[in-house]
């Protein structure tokens, strides 16, 4: 299998932009993580599915954020409008099972100036 | 609420040292999980282990082990013989039976000094 696969794995954008984060989780897997990841905060959930279904957003910053799963082996990220204060690594995770193994994708790099 | 701290935020030891990185949890749930995971200069996440709040033997996976002691609500992480490849961040995480979702740690920053 090739692993939870998450584009672009850099993004530099300005500020006010939309952003786009892609996913496609592990096939089989029926829960996906968002995660962020900064020096100050350490690693935030932010929404997570249960078969294509959001079952907690409540860790989206803001409106400016939102997820969506249309299928089973797709997700994104949306930020629109990007703030520099969002830059940070943002994750996507899949796991098979209630409270199994968590697999992460490599993360994407996101800048916003 | 459900919380994990990890107080050590950055540990430098030199090469076949052992290092132990701390791990304390809070949760009210009776049933839940305890997992740590690796993250290395590359920065994806690697899974080391998990362990379920009613299992408390300790466990060996060759020069790792870990100490869970649920009277100390503790879930330590030891190298024994460390090398400089397990120099990472380390994060410990918790998952209750509320929910499906894991809270991380801050994570421990572990220099391996050559």
């Known amino acids: 299998d090739a692993g939870v696969i998450q584009s672009p794995r850099h993004e530099v954008t300005e500020m006010g932009q939309e952003v786009t984060l892609r996913c496609k989780p592990i096939?089989?897997?029926?829960?996906l993580f968002w995660y962020r990841q900064t020096m100050m905060r350490g690693l935030e959930l932010l929404i997570y599915?249960?078969?294509?279904?959001?079952?907690?957003d409540s860790g989206m910053p803001e409106d400016r954020f939102s997820a969506k799963m249309p299928n089973a082996s797709f997700s994104t990220l949306k930020i629109q409008p990007s703030e520099p204060r969002d830059s940070a690594v943002y994750f996507c995770?899949?796991?098979?099972?209630?409270?199994?193994?968590?697999?992460f994708g490599n993360g994407t790099r996101l800048t916003v100036t | 609420a459900q919380k994990v701290t990890q107080a050590q935020t950055e540990i430098s030891v030199v090469e076949k040292e052992d290092v132990t990185l701390d791990c304390v949890y809070e949760?009210?749930?009776?049933?839940?999980?305890l997992f740590w995971y690796k993250q290395p200069p590359s920065g994806e996440l690697v899974f080391l282990i998990r362990?379920?709040?009613?299992?408390?033997q300790n466990e060996i996976s060759g020069r790792y082990s870990w100490n869970f002691q649920k009277s100390t609500s503790s879930f330590n992480f030891t190298i024994t013989a460390s090398q400089v490849v397990d120099s990472a961040v380390y994060f410990c995480?918790?998952?209750?039976?509320?929910?499906?979702?894991?809270?991380f740690g801050k994570g421990t920053r572990l220099h391996i000094l050559p």
């Open positions: 995770a899949s796991s098979l099972e209630f409270r199994g193994q968590v697999f």
């Open positions: 949760t009210r749930d009776t049933t839940y999980y």
């Open positions: 096939s089989g897997h029926d829960y």
């Open positions: 599915f249960n078969n294509n279904v959001p079952i907690d």
């Open positions: 995480a918790l998952s209750g039976d509320r929910d499906d979702k894991i809270i």
């Open positions: 362990r379920n709040s009613f299992d408390e």
